[in-house]
T-cell receptor, first 119, second 112 residues
């Protein structure tokens, strides 16, 4: 099956620093990747959609300068939380979708998530 | 706009009990419907899906039927296990788009 990995799985950082989270599709090419944020006991909130080689599309209310997304290749997207603050502490999840492979066109495959704690 | 409504949890059951988690949706067109499961400390995993009316998705003993007339996609399992304890998310996606719309999730707790 399609596998998506995230790195790191856990990160603790000091307030004011930047943190980069990687999302990789291991056995398929992901033309589109999605970044979600999940608050405790709540649903996933879509932050942005990125297509390989183009700028990400951010959802309303998400600061694009705060959450930098880069999708430089068909297997890698990165989310950088810049100048992180305690309120950015959350569980960040990526997912990857593809076109051209009928098995994948109707689904997204999710990474295991990255838990960020900003002190 | 598109939306998904799930029953609030937690749902607490004893092992081998029958499970139903309700999910209804509002959407334009004919969306595909999904159930995802999130085990503690892990990301979401696709559990089952249905892409058109009257389709039944099934996996690992779970099943859900796409009911267009009631705009529902309720998740059922005949006999739950302790290992089924997780959060279950209902979601939809419109044809031609890849953006998923999630419900708020329902936590299932199964005791021995």
């Amino acid at each position: 099956g399609a596998v998506v990995s995230q790195h790191p799985s856990w990160v603790i950082c000091k307030s004011g620093t930047s943190v980069k989270i990687e999302c990789r599709s291991l056995d398929f090419q992901a033309t589109t990747m999605f970044w979600y944020r999940q608050f405790p006991k709540q649903s996933l909130m879509l932050m942005a959609t990125s297509n390989e080689g183009s700028k990400a599309t951010y959802e309303q209310g998400v600061e694009k300068d705060k959450f930098l997304i880069n999708h430089a290749s068909l297997t890698l997207s990165t989310l950088t939380v810049t100048s992180a603050h305690p309120e950015d502490s959350s569980f960040y999840i990526c997912s990857a979708g593809a076109s051209g492979d009928v098995r994948l066109v109707e689904t997204q495959y999710f990474g295991p998530g990255t838990r960020l704690l900003v002190l | 706009g598109n939306s998904v409504t799930q029953m609030e949890g937690p749902v607490t059951l004893s092992e081998e009990a029958f499970l139903t988690i309700n999910c209804t949706y509002t959407a334009t067109g004919y969306p595909s419907l999904f159930w995802y499961v999130q085990y503690p400390g892990e990301g979401l995993q696709l559990l089952l899906k249905a892409t058109k009316a009257d389709d039944k998705g099934s996996n690992k003993g779970f099943e859900a039927t796409y009911r267009k007339e009631t705009t529902s996609f309720h998740l059922e399992k005949g006999s739950v296990q302790v290992s089924d304890s997780a959060v279950y998310f209902c979601a939809l996606k419109n044809t031609g788009f890849q953006k998923l719309v999630f419900g708020t999730g329902t936590r299932l707790l199964v005791s021995p």
